[in-house]
């Protein structure tokens, strides 16, 4: 199994950035998708994730209204739409694919929002 994120870099606060993660090795449509990340000192945190199906959604409250979260199930991709971006978004962003009890992660993409 490979979960492979793309799509991180620098950007000004207000900015957008859309982060991808391509999953191989799994039946992707049985999987929620959840983005999660990391910044410097500070534990992993949930930022959002979308069911199996891509009905249903949920966002950490520091989030709400600046990310998107969306699968593709026919490309086996889950994307991270980012606008309104601030300096405490600056973080390494993880895709994981979870089934039950088990999960899978990807290695990770930088993103830094600063001026």
């Known amino acids: 199994v490979q979960l492979v994120e793309s799509g991180g870099g620098s950007v000004q606060p207000g900015g957008s950035l859309r982060l991808s993660c391509a999953a191989s090795g799994l039946t992707f449509s049985n999987y929620v998708m959840s983005w999660y990340r990391q910044a410097p000192g500070k534990e992993r945190e949930l930022v959002a994730f979308i069911s199996s199906t891509g009905r249903s959604t949920n966002y950490a409250d520091s989030v709400k209204g600046r990310f998107t979260i969306s699968r593709d199930n026919t490309k086996n991709t889950v994307d991270l739409q980012m606008n309104s971006l601030k300096p405490e978004d600056t973080a390494v962003y993880y895709c994981?694919?979870?089934?039950?009890?088990?999960?899978?992660w990807g290695q990770g993409t930088q993103v830094t929002v600063s001026l």
């Open positions: 994981k694919g979870s089934r039950g009890s088990g999960s899978y």
